[in-house]
């Protein structure tokens, strides 16, 4: 019984701040998707990354556009920096582990490209870096943010959108995250097909 209080418990919570989010999001995340469908139109492609949990929204964003989400399309130009290991591991050791991005993004970051950052605290140094090299190449950020939205939140230029997700559990924010994913693909997928 116990077992299904706990159930239950999380459930609960993870379904209350996806409710409290809503009023605080519904806009950025629609200012989001504009910027990735204008970015794509123009034909730049997405850069994504993040930590841990975040590496694998950042992998899962960049299959649903270069697969398909929920329905049939051409794939989109997308790339989760880290998904490569030879270059991730290279990186780390011959400069540092904070350069694992910024070093990818220097390499393959193209003016008007994009970043999809994703950091539940927003204090993932290789994240905030990655920022920061996206703006040197004059690629446009969309961050994927939690808590107060730590360093990552003071590195963002005009132009770029922060979805800061009100919470400080790490696994509310994440769970946020998926959804906030979810529903770019879907507005995405809505410009290029039509309802």
């Known amino acids: 019984m116990l077992d299904q209080e706990r159930i239950q418990k999380l459930f609960n919570q993870s379904i209350q701040i996806k409710i ?29 990354c993040g930590n841990g949990g975040s590496a694998g929204d950042a992998q899962h964003f960049s299959s649903e556009m270069l697969n398909r989400y929920e329905r049939e ?44 950052a994703i950091s539940t605290s927003g204090n993932s140094s290789n994240v905030n870096h990655a920022v920061q090299s996206a703006h040197e190449r004059e690629m ?40 906030i994913i979810h529903c770019l693909c879907d507005l995405v997928d809505q410009q290029l097909l039509g309802g």
């Open 20 to 48: 409290e989010a809503l009023p605080l999001l519904t806009q950025p995340i629609a200012d989001a998707a504009r910027l990735v469908f204008d970015r794509l139109l123009e034909g730049n492609k997405i850069l994504s």
């Open 73 to 116: 399309r051409p794939g989109l130009p997308a790339i989760a920096l880290t998904t490569d290991s030879s270059t991730v591991t290279s990186i780390s050791n011959d400069y540092d582990f904070s350069l694992i991005f910024s070093r990818q993004i220097e390499a393959l970051g193209q003016p008007n490209d994009l970043l999809l």
């Open 140 to 179: 446009a950020v969309v961050a994927l943010t939690g808590k107060d939205g730590g360093e990552l939140a003071k590195l963002l230029a005009p132009g770029d959108v922060e979805i800061r997700v009100p919470s400080i559990v790490t696994a509310r924010i994440q769970e946020v995250h998926l959804l």
